[in-house]
């Protein structure tokens, strides 16, 4: 199997079968915020609020995620 075959193999294999959904309702930060954000779908209530503190907190943004 040569480097072009290998590769091709790789691409196919990685790719999500599935998209993801993420259903947020109340107060979403931090690592919840990081879970909604690398869904293909996000449904909020009207109530919900969304944050991240890393800044205020001295963090780095992807420590928490």
């Known amino acids: 199997m ?3 075959a290998s590769i091709r193999l790789d691409r196919q294999d990685s ?3 599935t998209s993801g959904r993420a259903a ?3 107060v979403t930060i931090g690592g919840g915020l990081g879970l909604a954000l690398v869904c ?3 449904f909020a ?3 919900s609020r969304f ?3 890393f800044a205020t907190l ?3 943004p992807g ?3």
């Open 40 to 42: 293909d779908f996000r």
């Open 2 to 4: 040569g480097d072009a």
């Open 58 to 60: 001295g963090m780095h």
């Open 63 to 65: 420590s928490g995620i």
């Open 45 to 47: 209530s009207p109530e």
């Open 24 to 26: 947020c309702q109340g």
């Open 15 to 17: 790719r999500p079968t």
């Open 51 to 53: 944050g991240a503190p």
